[in-house]
Each structure stands twice: as C-alpha cells, then as structure tokens.
C-alpha cells in the first residue's frame, strides 16, 4: 500500500514538472524579429524578415484596415514621418487583400517607401505577439532586438523620440 501511494504521489508530482508552460508570450521569449512572411500591397510579392535593411531600426504593427483605433494611429504615423526618416515599418493584418489595398490607397501608402503593408495570411504576426487589441506595435533596435511594446493607443512621437534616444520608459 505504501510502495503504491508513492508510486502515486511520484507520478503527480512527474506530471505537473512536465505540464508547467512559460506564462510569457513568445515574442518576449524570443526578443528579436520573428520571421514573419507577407503580401505585399499593392503588387502582391512576398515579404520577410531576410528583405528588411539591416543595422536600422524596426517597427511592426499588427493592424486591422477597419479599425478606427488603427486608422487614427496611421493618420499620426503619418504626420510624424519626419521623426521615422531612418527606421522601416511594417504593417501587417489578417483580413482580406481587399480590405488592405483600400487602406494602402486611402493613404497614400506607396508615398512612404519605408513602410511595408501587407497581408499576414497565416496571422503569425498576431499569434507570435498574442496580440489582443488593434494597434499593437513593436519596435525594435538597429539590431533587431525587442526595445518596447504597445497596445492600442500610442503617440508616435514619443515612440520616434525614444527611438532616436534609443531610450524606452517601461
């Protein structure tokens, strides 16, 4: 009886070792630019982490084209250009190519050659950062390493200060 309830308590204790998951996201496992795979707007080629310039800063934006919360952080995006001369963004979202290419036109998106819009068909983007609310934005050093995070509302120019700083407030 003895040998059977430790044989018991031994296997419980085994098999909660082994069912323990990290509680962080992935992408604060793996702080660098994930390996992300898009289409392009508007001339549908693929687009990865290999066609990023190297040794410049990164930011990504997990984005919805309907959003107003997403619409609203593009209109600033836009008026602060100025401070993001010298980083590459990419804007990455789910819903149809449709939905995207009317966004990239309303905005003039071909305007700004530093930015990449695209179509995320597998939404690895937003699995990989367990994205919950739209705008969720990432930047990341000239290194590629992960130098802050956003959810919904954000101003871009404090981002486009810190970015030139190369300092981020927690």
Not at 43 to 67: H, N
Not at 132 to 141: C, E
Not at 156 to 161: D, V
Request: aromatic letters at 16%.
């Amino acid at each position: 009886m003895k040998r059977t309830f430790l044989v018991v308590i031994f296997a419980f204790f085994c098999g909660a070792l082994f069912a323990q998951t990290d509680s962080l996201p992935v992408y604060k496992q793996f702080p660098t630019v994930p390996p992300f795979k898009l289409m392009l707007v508007p001339d549908s080629t693929a687009f990865t982490k290999a066609d990023l310039k190297e040794k410049i800063p990164t930011i990504i934006m997990v984005f919805s084209p309907d959003c107003d919360h997403c619409i609203h952080a593009t209109e600033s995006l836009l008026k602060h250009m100025d401070l993001f001369t010298k980083a590459q963004i990419v804007m990455g979202t789910a819903l149809s190519y449709n939905h995207i290419q009317k966004f990239y036109t309303d905005f003039n998106m071909g305007a700004y050659p530093n930015i990449h819009v695209g179509l995320d068909n597998s939404y690895f983007l937003g699995t990989f950062y367990s994205v919950h609310s739209f705008p969720s934005i990432f930047v990341y050093d000239k290194k590629g390493k992960l130098m802050k995070s956003y959810e919904g509302t954000v101003k871009w120019e404090e981002i486009g200060k810190a970015l030139k700083e190369g300092k981020f407030k927690d």
